[in-house]
């Protein structure tokens, strides 16, 4: 099993920034991906920006630019800078990871129990 912890959270003013940042512990063979989903109320949880196990990055177009992830492979960390935020980025932030408990085990997912993010005036 792989606990993710998320901090960072908080209530920004627009055009202001965030960081978060997530652990992850617990006993794996492997971790692959990590990376941010958030879901805003009533609206489906999306896929933010994730780091594959190949060190290839993705971001959702609406975050492209403004959001920048990073991993640290030693540590299990991931992070997500926040830049330039707006209204519309108000969510749920949750930490995502896939891995494995072993070396042969099926891929398995794992998630934060959230972080809210607030953008408001």
């Known amino acids: 099993q792989v606990q993710l912890v998320e901090s960072g959270g908080g209530l920004v003013q627009p055009g202001g920034s965030l960081r978060l940042s997530c652990a992850a512990s617990g006993s794996f063979f492997r971790i692959s991906d990590m990376g941010w989903y958030r879901q805003a109320p009533g609206k489906q949880r999306e896929l933010v920006a994730i780091s594959s196990g190949g060190g290839v990055t993705n971001y959702a177009d609406s975050v492209q630019g403004r959001f920048t992830i990073a991993r640290d492979n030693v540590r299990n960390t991931v992070s997500l800078q926040m830049n330039s935020l707006k209204p519309e980025d108000t969510a749920v932030y949750y930490c995502?990871?896939?891995?494995?408990?072993?070396?042969?085990?099926?891929?398995?997912?794992?998630w934060g129990q959230g972080t809210q993010v607030t953008v408001s005036s």
């Open positions: 995502y990871a896939k891995y494995r408990r072993f070396i042969y085990d099926t891929p398995r997912d794992s």
